[in-house]
DNA sequence: GTCTATACCCGGATAGAC
DNA sequence: GTCTATCCGGGTATAGAC
């Protein structure tokens, strides 16, 4: 069974999952285990099983937050040409990510458990991307690629200490950019 | 103190690297515990703490081993122009990466662990990469962002399932080679 | 020096009583 | 719905046999 929305959730689960996001965002995935959880809501952990199925569903509902909150933080990406569209994607999706490290990590650094999901999340969120990339997949899975590698190397520290990340960010973004500006010329030609 | 290179581990310590290897390539890393190395060397799991300090030092050893091949395989990168070095770049990359994805995820997927590695490896397979980017850093991280956001979620299955992944390569390479064109121009002007 | 046995703490999870 | 008791597996420290 996938995972509710958080409008479906009962009140004793939503409470469940807010603990649970507490505790990823402020001590990353090591901090959020079940005992830890139920402490937080003054009970024992195996009481946590009677309203979740386990650690994997908890972690799904609070994967489907995230990708519905990245959805909508989405849809406030505007620009005139493909160079401010992928600038302010990259700008969002950037700001997403150090805002949010250890969730970003739980939601991208690891194999998606799709069946546990909410339906349509994760089209969600995608969707601008590919617009962004001017409606070819094959780029727009480029571009996503550039952008998860800049952030999920910035938040584990992986870039030298006086790498310029805005300076990196913006020559993937100009080159991105130009090939989509081609692809859009290619395309009124055919 | 940092993790010997493979010539100045003793036997002892090269035996149990090279078990916790073959788990770590055969099970991921869940399947890398000191327990099971240790069943594999046909001792139990306290003995090991006589030759390494911990798990994490066990690691870093064979996260350095890692990249000393990566440099190595790096090695045989050739390509005329910048869109071939980049090209051959992200034949190279793609190809460890899927030949050794449990070690791949341990090498790149997490904060490295700089201390405990032997010195210079990490440096020895960066190199080849800034020379594919031209010698342009902020250029160099972009495709190493893109490289890596491309070999890590076709790890974890994230792409959709029909996706055509030479062909996001293509795109983004032949972005990106045309970004290493066009700073090589602004070099020559100045 | 190298190994063993034992033990501690943490984690996920289950069974069954109230 | 929550409890207690319990199991399993993991990393790790200590004590002591050989």
Same mark, same amino acid.
């Given at each position: 069974?996938a995972?509710?929305?958080?409008?479906? =959730?009962?009140?004793?689960? /939503?409470? $469940? &999952?807010?603990a649970?996001?507490?505790?990823?965002?402020? +001590?990353?995935? @090591?901090? *959020?285990?079940? =005992?830890?959880?139920?402490?937080?809501l003054?009970?024992r952990?195996?009481s946590?099983?009677?309203?979740?199925a386990?650690?994997?569903e908890?972690?799904?509902? $609070? $994967?489907?937050? +995230?990708?519905?909150? !990245?959805a909508?933080?989405?849809?406030? /990406?505007?620009? @005139?040409?493909?160079?401010?569209?992928?600038a302010?994607?990259?700008?969002?999706?950037?700001?997403?990510?150090?805002?949010?490290?250890?969730?970003?990590?739980?939601?991208?650094?690891?194999?998606?458990?799709?069946?546990r999901l909410?339906?349509?999340v994760?089209?969600?969120?995608?969707?601008p !991307? &590919?617009?962004?990339?001017? +409606?070819?997949?094959? *780029?727009?899975?480029?571009?996503?690629?550039?952008?998860?590698?800049?952030? $999920? !190397?910035? !938040?584990?520290?992986?870039?030298?200490? +006086?790498?310029?990340?805005?300076?990196?960010?913006?020559?993937g973004?100009?080159?991105?950019?130009?090939?989509?500006?081609?692809?859009r /010329? =290619?395309?009124r030609?055919?």
């Amino acid at each position: 069974m996938a995972s509710s929305a958080p409008e479906e =959730r009962s009140q004793r689960v /939503a409470e $469940i &999952v807010a603990a649970a996001r507490t505790l990823l965002e402020e +001590g990353g995935a @090591e901090a *959020l285990s079940m =005992r830890r959880v139920a402490e937080r809501l003054g009970i024992r952990a195996p009481s946590l099983y009677k309203h979740l199925a386990g650690k994997p569903e908890l972690e799904a509902a $609070i $994967i489907s937050d +995230g990708f519905a909150e !990245l959805a909508q933080a989405f849809a406030g /990406a505007a620009g @005139e040409g493909p160079r401010e569209r992928l600038a302010a994607f990259g700008r969002l999706y950037r700001g997403f990510a150090t805002s949010h490290p250890h969730l970003y990590r739980l939601m991208t650094a690891r194999p998606l458990p799709r069946e546990r999901l909410a339906p349509g999340v994760e089209e969600a969120a995608a969707r601008p !991307l &590919v617009e962004a990339a001017g +409606g070819d997949g094959d *780029l727009a899975r480029a571009v996503w690629a550039f952008a998860h590698g800049m952030a $999920i !190397l910035e !938040l584990d520290g992986r870039f030298p200490p +006086g790498a310029d990340l805005d300076a990196a960010w913006e020559a993937g973004v100009t080159a991105l950019a130009a090939q989509v500006r081609e692809h859009r /010329a =290619r395309r009124r030609q055919a």
